[in-house]
């Protein structure tokens, strides 16, 4: 078994390396290893001395909030010479360094893996100058190496997302948010370039979850006249009534010869063929800043505690793997494969197969590319043609994202010729005859408002109004239901479908969109709202981590969820919280007696805060404000206690990148259901959601049968197997303090 292993980050920065850094550090460290960091990637690496550092539990310590890494990381040529490998090599072997963890793109990984394959012939060559390492070869016959994807431009094979890519996004996707409020005052048109030199999907996913008006990424081909058609489109939708045109633009897009495109030409053949002023915005390096998502924190501590698990637990195994995350499941896969594959999209896009390399893209790149083409259009591609109307209803509480939802899903029906009904808050809409209109040019920019614009209620009431609602269904030619809500919305849509025997009119199809910040939905891994809810709680408890000061605090912040403990689970292991109080496993006072005490020992070996996270019902008796008296009580004045109730501030906001784009492909694909059910008779009632990564769905009915009624929620819960971490990565742990450490190194003898 290995007993030392050593981090690094390597090529482009990006936000979350530090919280990958930080759970490698630390669960290696619970699993008895000794930890090496090496700092300035590759380049630190060969020169070996102070930039081999050993770690400790509190080196890592308030990283995990911060963007770019702390070990810093730079581009070497040097290790991209056999010498230069042979000395990094020979650090390696200097301080027995049996496994070494890279966090990086492309580049960073190949280095990696030259690294294994070549290490025989260097520890042989540096046994035969140096025969007293020999034991230490004898000992490390091959060198263990684990690759984390670190990249925002996603475009890395063996992983859905790398670590950077979401926050990347959320900075694109706010920056075309506030472009577009200034081009609609003005009525003008902004060109948007992103990063992304082979990989289109930080353009696309911008595109998508903005409703910008035009999109041009390296993964698209264009034809000879590209930007005829490109400038019909916008003046098209100029002219129908649209404020303000987007064109977002990768920055490896390339004309149809091959040559790359500058964003300053789009904006020139704008300004020319349009007549009007255009703005161009580079975005730059905005994009790799700042503090890490909640879903980067969340990767990166699943993903540094996968890597870490499997170079203990398989020892005699040969790793060169890379550890990624598909269908929302942990995987790894060797290098050479994850190294060929993204090349592979590389050269296909060179070659022009553009329908190949979208292919290799995955899923979830193509059903969003198909989103954008068919979105862009500056009007349906066809005209209502008296096929009827579907309504759509938001219900429950309000949730970031569902206007996303809303407007994806009216957008797909009305390219197909059906008009859109919108239901004023949910049922009373349908019961009185109430709707907003859904037109084209207008939900483009629904994309990024928070809650919902045609209003939500809890209708139970109203829903008693059967006769009045099936009245309307036949005045208003309804030919189906799209509801995007809560479970109450699931279980009213599964009342009124029950009323079918009395009602006749109600024998239509119904697709039911999962929105809801607690995440408690049957059939879906994640309901549209919730990752805006944990980024709202993650955001405040960074903000209470920035009062450590001089006074000892522990602080308890109560969150959301109902019965469902996903956002305090979640936050507690993205913000970096202690502990989290959960319904699914209650609160016991065998726990809370071990908690006190565990709480004083922290506090005695030096933490300044400590942060519990309480989940708003995780017990009916001891509640947020008795646990504060009860650890005050304790205390005995050595340290303060705060609770914070974070309340509705979870719920507001416009929604992240994450909700919209899981809004699009949810809603899209309930959508296009809908218009299947409806072209074929039927009056099946479906849940969607999105399951292991793709969108699925499943009779009502049986969705509902997935729900322990009576705590509401899933009775499997995907998350419950991540709640070990939170503990295994927390802070304040005091047994920390007697982690094994590290030795000095040994001095390198050159
Ligand atoms: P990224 O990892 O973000 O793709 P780079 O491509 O710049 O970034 O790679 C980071 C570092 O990885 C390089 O500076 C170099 O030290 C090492 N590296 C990249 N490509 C190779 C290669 N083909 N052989 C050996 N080392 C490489």
């Not at 009916?620 to 050595?638: A, N, P, V």
Request: some cysteine.
């Amino acid at each position: 078994m290995i007993k030392t292993l050593a981090v690094m980050t390597s090529g482009g920065d990006s936000s979350g390396m530090n919280a990958a850094v930080r759970a490698v550090v630390r669960r290696a460290l619970d699993r008895g290893l000794r930890v090496y960091g090496i700092y300035s990637g590759y380049d630190g690496l060969l020169r070996g001395g102070d930039l081999i550092k050993p770690l400790n539990w509190q080196d890592v310590g308030n990283v995990l909030q911060r963007g770019g890494t702390f070990l810093g990381t730079a581009r070497s040529e040097q290790f991209k010479t056999v010498e230069g490998r042979r000395r990094a090599v020979e650090n390696l072997l200097d301080r027995g360094i049996e496994a070494l963890v890279v966090i990086g793109g492309d580049g960073s990984l190949t280095g990696a893996l030259l690294l294994s394959n070549e290490w025989h012939e260097h520890v042989e060559k540096i046994a035969t100058v140096r025969p007293e390492l020999r034991p230490m070869v004898e000992q490390t016959p091959k060198l263990q190496v684990m690759g984390l994807p670190g990249s925002i431009d996603n475009d890395l094979s063996g992983t859905d997302m790398a670590i950077g890519v979401d926050t990347a996004l959320n900075h694109i996707v706010r920056a075309i948010d506030h472009l577009s409020s200034t081009a609609a005052s003005h009525q003008r048109t902004f060109v948007l370039e992103t990063m992304g030199r082979n990989c289109g999907y930080l353009a696309l996913a911008g595109t998508l979850a903005t409703g910008a008006s035009w999109m041009l990424i390296p993964e698209c081909s264009l034809e000879l006249h590209w930007h005829q058609r490109m400038v019909e489109c916008l003046d098209k939708a100029r002219k129908t009534g649209r404020r303000h045109q987007m064109v977002v633009i990768a920055e490896g897009a390339r004309h149809p010869d091959g040559l790359r495109m500058e964003a300053g030409e789009v904006r020139k053949i704008l300004t020319e063929k349009l007549g009007i002023e255009v703005r161009l915005t580079v975005l730059g390096h905005v994009q790799r800043g700042g503090p890490p998502s909640a879903f980067d924190r969340v990767l990166s501590a699943r993903l540094g505690v996968a890597a870490v698990d499997r170079l203990v637990d398989e020892p005699d195994v040969v790793h060169c793997h890379m550890v990624g995350v598909k269908k929302n499941r942990v995987v790894s896969t060797p290098l050479t494969e994850v190294i060929e594959k993204s090349r592979e999209i590389q050269r296909l896009i060179e070659s022009g197969d553009f329908s190949k390399a979208r292919e290799l893209r995955g899923e979830a790149f193509g059903t969003m590319l198909e989103l954008v083409e068919a979105l862009t259009a500056p009007c349906p591609s066809q005209e209502s043609a008296g096929r009827g109307s579907v309504v759509i209803m938001t219900g429950g509480a309000d949730s970031p994202g569902m206007n996303a939802a809303l407007s994806i899903a009216a957008r797909r029906l009305l390219d197909c010729g059906v008009s859109v009904l919108g239901s004023k808050d949910e049922f009373y809409g349908l019961t009185h005859g109430d709707f907003v209109n859904l037109e084209w040019n207008d939900l483009a920019g629904w994309m990024g408002r928070p809650s919902s614009d045609i209003g939500t209620a809890r209708s139970s009431q109203v829903l008693e109004d059967f006769g009045k609602i099936a009245e309307n269904i036949a005045k208003f030619d309804i030919k189906g239901i799209i509801a995007i809500g809560g479970l109450d919305t699931y279980r009213h849509v599964q009342r009124f479908a029950q009323m079918r025997a009395d009602f006749p009119e109600f024998n239509i199809p119904m697709v039911l969109v999962p929105a809801c910040i607690d995440n408690n939905l049957p059939g879906s891994d994640l309901c549209i709202g919730s990752d805006t809810a944990l980024n709202n709680i993650v955001e405040a408890v960074d903000k209470i981590r920035d009062t450590a000061g001089a006074t000892r605090r522990a602080f308890i912040v109560e969150t959301m969820g109902k019965e469902c403990g996903f956002l305090a689970a979640m936050a507690a292991l993205a913000a970096g919280a202690d502990k989290a109080y959960l319904p699914e496993t209650g609160i016991s006072l065998a726990e809370l007696n071990k908690d006190v005490s565990e709480l004083k020992k922290s506090f005695e070996s030096g933490n300044r805060m400590v942060i519990y996270m309480r989940n708003e019902d995780a017990s009916r008796h001891y509640t947020t404000d008795f646990l504060r008296r009860l650890l005050e009580e304790e205390s005995k004045d050595e340290f303060e206690v705060r609770s914070v109730v974070l309340g509705h501030v979870q719920r507001g906001g416009s929604p992240t990148a994450f909700d919209r784009i899981l809004a699009g492909r949810i809603s899209a694909g309930a959508a296009g259901a809908l218009l299947e059910l409806m072209k074929n008779g039927s009056s099946e009632v479906l849940a969607f959601g999105l399951k292991d990564g793709a969108v699925a769905s499943s009779p009502l009915s049986e969705a509902l049968d997935q729900i322990d009624a009576l705590h509401g929620r899933p009775k499997v819960q995907w998350f419950m197997d991540l709640i070990p971490f939170i503990h295994s990565l927390a802070k304040s742990r005091p047994c920390c303090r007697e982690m094994p450490g590290v030795e000095e190194p040994r001095p390198i003898a050159r």
